[in-house]
């Protein structure tokens, strides 16, 4: 048998005044928990931001022709068009082209030839795209 | 341990305000000022415009240009001309002053003075039969809303529905002599 120092009154009082006691406080209520959690959320949220930023940048893709579709790079690949697209920059003494950038307009296409150095704006007529192919 | 709330706070308010200015129109401002933006551009003229504004048939507009853009929102354009036409090939010098603004990703430009400088004979007899016409039609070009995109820190894109692609790229600058590069 185990022996208590408290007789049984005093243990009986020790067990009441237990069971009627206020639950202690959990962790999760603490203030500075609290706190740590709600920085940690705000600085993962802004990671994320600073994640999705970097994805939004309008960056050029590898391949070096390109078509802009509303606003963005679509790579192309037709290494035909490349090809004769390279030929016509050749035969207009363009430096090598770093990018070349297709989008129709009303006038036919916009041909943006991007080098090291500098950029080249033209007018192709949709003729001149299709003798390409 | 103490301290780990108010290093996470301090490097959460951080990142949120990096993401802020990173995705604001003045961090782009910032990119685009400051610099000369360099480009070539052969384009077709629309020959009814032409024809209609000039009394000639322009088919094609060569030009060789730089911009200028100023943090205070002033701009300025200067280029070589050379329209092509049928029957000769007027050539100018055109300098644009004018103002820009920077909105949610999209830059209008807006003149506020033209001027041109003949090159040839052609150039000069197109500009005292038609100077304002022919302001008309580079104001008609140039005054436009259109999205600006930096693809990489040195090449700027422009465009606008329907209309042609618009490629900068900034001028690398020459090396300058200095005392200092003199003397070594």
């Known amino acids: 048998m185990l022996l208590s120092p408290l007789n049984e009154e005093e243990l009986a009082s020790l067990l009441q005044k237990q069971a009627f006691e206020p639950e202690e406080v959990t962790d999760w209520s603490r203030p500075r928990l609290r706190w740590i959690v709600a920085s940690s959320l705000l600085a993962l949220a802004s990671l994320c931001g600073l994640y999705r930023w970097y994805l939004l940048q309008p960056q050029l893709p590898p391949p070096l022709l390109l078509e802009w579709q509303q606003g963005a790079p679509v790579a192309i690949d037709r290494p035909e068009l490349v090809t004769c697209l390279q030929q016509w920059g050749n035969r207009q003494s363009l430096p090598a082209a770093e990018h070349i950038l297709l989008e129709p307009s009303d006038l036919g296409w916009s041909v943006v030839w991007i080098s090291a150095q500098r950029t080249y704006n033209y007018q192709w007529s949709d003729a001149q795209v299709q003798a390409c192919h | ?184």
């Open chain 2, 1 to 184: 341990m103490r301290l780990l709330p108010w290093i996470l706070t301090i490097f959460a308010l951080g990142c949120a305000l990096l993401v802020l200015w990173l995705s604001s129109d003045g961090h782009l401002q910032q990119q685009l000022t400051h610099r000369t933006w360099a480009f070539e551009r052969e384009q077709e003229v629309a020959e009814e415009t032409a024809a209609l504004l000039l009394d000639r048939k322009l088919n094609r507009w060569q030009e060789q240009g730089e911009l200028l853009l100023l943090a205070n929102g002033q701009l300025q354009f200067e280029s070589r001309v050379v329209l092509g036409s049928l029957t000769d090939k007027p050539a100018l010098r055109l300098l644009i002053q004018g103002q820009w603004l920077l909105s949610e990703g999209f830059v209008s430009f807006t003149t506020s003075s033209i001027s041109f400088l003949p090159t040839n004979t052609a150039g000069k007899q197109l500009l005292a039969e038609h100077e304002s016409m022919l302001e008309h039609l580079v104001k008609n070009r140039f005054n436009r809303i259109r999205k600006v995109m930096l693809t990489n820190e040195h090449t700027l894109l422009l465009s606008e529905d329907g209309e042609a692609l618009w490629g900068l790229q900034e001028r690398a600058e020459a090396q300058r002599l200095t005392l200092a590069t003199t003397l070594w």
